[in-house]
């Protein structure tokens, strides 16, 4: 058996992976036009803003599908919450390294925020079973719910400051390079969660299956390097920008 023919089931990590490869070109895409080599306009542009809803989607849904598996196989609390303090302490670094490069548009809550507050909240849910869906799909409604308060009720203009806007019930987009609120984002981990639960107790040899002949074949060699990039995915995360950005910043030197 090889190291990927795990309980880890290889396909989840390739998905997750798949979401890395992408996020890194948008992510560079955004570097080249951030040092005047390419026109676009990340922050209303659809081509770009639906890009960075999908990328988002996709990689806190695997983070979703990883908790139920997590939860299945027994992960203990301490495993869990070294995790945790991993992921809530990158999301401060992301915090530092964007004042430095955004002053007036920091990350403030962004996806790793994000993920350290959802994490939390899907790992108090594995036992609601089907209502999990339900619960989800109430998370992903919430906003729009939101948009309604906003215009019926003045005061929860609130809801749109600092304090509060790490929820997601606003009226506006905050001034941020990266906003990943709790609404809607923790249903998508849900709606992961929901379907990895499913997965493990119905279809867990499928996955199983599906796992292993991907990792066969002509196509076995890249995507055995997706699923290692997915294993490694925070690592890696925290990686990419500095090395792109600084292959950029050497490329002008060199100009």
Not at 7 to 16: F, I, T
Not at 59 to 86: N, T, Y
Not at 139 to 145: E, G, I, M, V, Y
Not at 208 to 226: E, I, K, M, N
């Amino acid at each position: 058996m090889t190291p990927l023919s795990t309980p880890r089931y290889a396909a989840v990590d390739m998905l997750r992976g798949l979401a890395m490869v992408w996020m890194t070109l948008f992510h560079f895409s955004f570097d080249l036009q951030h040092a005047g080599y390419l026109q676009a306009n990340f922050y209303t542009d659809p081509f770009w803003t639906v890009q960075r809803m999908a990328i988002v989607s996709l990689f806190v849904f695997c983070a979703g599908l990883g908790q139920a598996i997590a939860v299945q196989q027994g992960q203990s609390r301490a495993r869990f919450w070294k995790r945790w303090r991993q992921i809530a302490g990158c999301a401060l670094l992301v915090s530092g390294g964007s004042w430095f490069m955004f002053p007036d548009s920091y990350i403030y809550f962004g996806i790793l925020h994000g993920m350290a507050l959802m994490l939390i909240v899907v790992r108090l849910l594995p036992g609601a079973g089907r209502w999990l869906w339900l619960l989800a799909a109430v998370a992903l409604a919430l906003p729009w719910a939101a948009v309604q308060l906003h215009a019926a009720w003045p005061a929860a203009e609130c809801l749109n400051g600092r304090a509060f806007n790490w929820l997601g019930l606003i009226s506006r987009k905050p001034v941020t390079e990266d906003y990943a609120p709790l609404f809607p984002w923790v249903g998508v981990m849900g709606l992961g969660m929901a379907a990895g639960q499913w997965l493990v107790r119905h279809r867990a040899a499928a996955l199983q299956r599906w796992s292993d002949a991907l990792c066969q074949g002509v196509w076995g060699a890249p995507l055995r390097g997706l699923a290692w990039l997915g294993r490694w995915s925070l690592s890696y995360y925290m990686l990419h920008q500095p090395v792109l950005i600084g292959a950029l910043g050497l490329l002008a030197l060199l100009r």
